[in-house]
């Protein structure tokens, strides 16, 4: 089993500002995965991080393996960032259960 | 893009019936989930299918469940005797394994009345 905590647990930003959000896990995992989930409900994979930083687009994500701990940003907040992000962590070395965080519901307002 | 469909987007049942929730994953992944998200709680793990055999299941899923690769393309969790606690949105999932991405449908909403 993996304990995974996420901070904040809600998180309300002005459109523009740099977001923080953070994931930390407590067994060593393989792989980490940043996810987004739409108020309608359905989830989307961002990232998939194995070790140091990703990028796409406003989003750059990071993982500290040693430390346990994740990170993911979002440069330049919009009102279309509004979600819950969501990490998600596989243990190794053969398992295919993933653990999820709780979620960080993000609001930005115009 | 090809995508993970799921079918119905939402399902309600009476309190004992049986349910079957239906997935059409990616085709050419190979491992296949199940997943739940009761409201307003963390998503949550039952199943993995890899090579037409169950690979990991959690403790949530008991004898009350079980799934299905009926033919070449569909994914089928079945849930025997629904129970008012059995109300979530049931999310499929599919990836190639290792630490490829993990697609998921849309969800499957699922209320036991």
């Known amino acids: 089993k993996n304990e995974v905590e996420q901070s904040p647990q809600n998180l309300t930003a002005q459109e523009g500002e740099f977001i923080t959000i953070n994931c930390s896990y407590s067994?060593?995992?393989?792989?980490l995965h940043w996810l987004q989930q739409h108020p309608g409900g359905g989830i989307v994979s961002l990232f998939m991080l194995s070790s140091g930083k990703k990028k796409h687009g406003r989003l750059i994500a990071t993982i500290n393996i040693q430390e346990k701990h994740s990170s993911l940003h979002i440069t330049a907040s919009h009102p279309r960032d509004s979600a819950v992000y969501i990490c998600?962590?596989?243990?190794?070395?053969?398992?295919?259960?993933?653990?999820f965080g709780t979620g960080t519901s993000l609001t930005v307002i115009p | 893009e090809p995508e993970v469909t799921q079918t119905p987007s939402h399902q309600v049942t009476q309190m004992g019936q049986e349910v079957i929730l239906r997935c059409v994953p990616i085709?050419?992944?190979?491992?296949f989930y199940w997943y739940r998200q009761i409201l307003g709680q963390k998503v949550e793990f039952l199943v993995s299918f890899y090579n037409n055999e169950i690979s990991e299941k959690s403790e949530i899923f008991d004898d009350q469940f079980s799934v299905e690769r009926p033919d070449g393309s569909n994914f089928t969790l079945k849930i025997r005797s629904t129970k008012l606690e059995d109300s979530a949105m049931y999310f499929c999932a599919s990836n190639r394994g290792g630490n490829s991405p993990l697609h998921f449908g849309n969800g499957t909403r699922l209320t036991v009345t």
């Open positions: 998600a962590v596989r243990n190794p070395p053969t398992g295919n259960q993933f653990y």
């Open positions: 085709s050419n992944h190979l491992y």
């Open positions: 067994v060593g995992i393989s792989a």
